[in-house]
């Protein structure tokens, strides 16, 4: 079996995605890159019952190469994420409660907040409603998530996130969910007051800069 670490970190951040709330039950997948493409979470199984070699190996042009269960649905969302960024080595797609309650809405996420725009973006924007497994629904993410963004909305759906690795793309969901709770909360409030442009420009430049080391 190729690539035990990694098989075992994509069976780890599926579990932690579970316990912290970012999915229920079988929901979501989890992958990360490696020399021959990558490793993803298999289709319909629980986290918490996944083992290292129920993960499966796919090249890039969705080929399985190791594996017996089926890969995850979402698996050309995953490989859409590759291709288009050459920064992104690892892809979670979750569905937390809040963020996701903003993609039903069709509302994306602003960056109000310092940190936000530093580890997230400028914003996480709704990709274009598709079926799920589609190619059309893959192509909608890459879009709307661009180059200015870790996490992308799916409509009516969830949420991805990318990151340099496994522990990024993570943060990044907790940093969204996080995001959108509290941007709920800032509305009751009367409304988030947006940040100064120069402070825009400047996590801007952040986040420019830690998408290449």
């Known amino acids: 079996m190729r690539y035990p670490e990694q098989r075992e970190q994509v069976v780890r951040y599926g579990i ?18 490696v020399e021959d493409g990558i490793i993803i ?7 918490r019952e996944t ?23 979402e698996h050309k969302v995953h490989l859409a994420m590759y291709k288009a960024r050459s920064d992104v080595k690892a892809v979670i797609h979750a569905h937390p409660t809040v963020a996701t309650a903003f993609a039903a809405a069709r509302i994306e996420i602003p960056g109000f907040l310092d940190e936000f725009g530093v580890y997230v973006g400028d914003a ?36 991805v996130c990318v990151g340099k690795d496994l522990a990024s793309a993570f ?35 952040v ?3 830690k998408r290449t080391v």
């Open 16 to 33: 932690e995605m579970e316990s912290t709330g970012l999915t229920v039950g079988t929901a979501g997948n989890v992958s990360v890159l």
């Open 41 to 47: 979470s298999p289709s319909s199984m629980a986290y």
């Open 51 to 73: 083992r290292p070699e129920d993960t499966i190996l796919m090249d890039l042009a969705g080929n399985v190469l190791e594996g017996e269960r089926m890969p995850s649905v």
């Open 124 to 159: 996480v924007r709704v990709a274009e409603y598709a079926i799920s497994g589609t190619d059309e629904i893959a192509d909608n993410v890459a879009r709307a998530m661009g180059e200015t963004s870790h996490a992308a909305l799916i409509a009516s759906h969830g949420m």
């Open 171 to 205: 943060h990044v969901c907790q940093q969204v969910e996080r995001t959108a709770l509290i941007y709920v909360y800032a509305k009751m409030l009367g409304g988030p007051v947006e940040l100064p442009q120069s402070s825009k420009d400047l996590f801007a430049q």
């Open 207 to 209: 986040f420019a800069y």
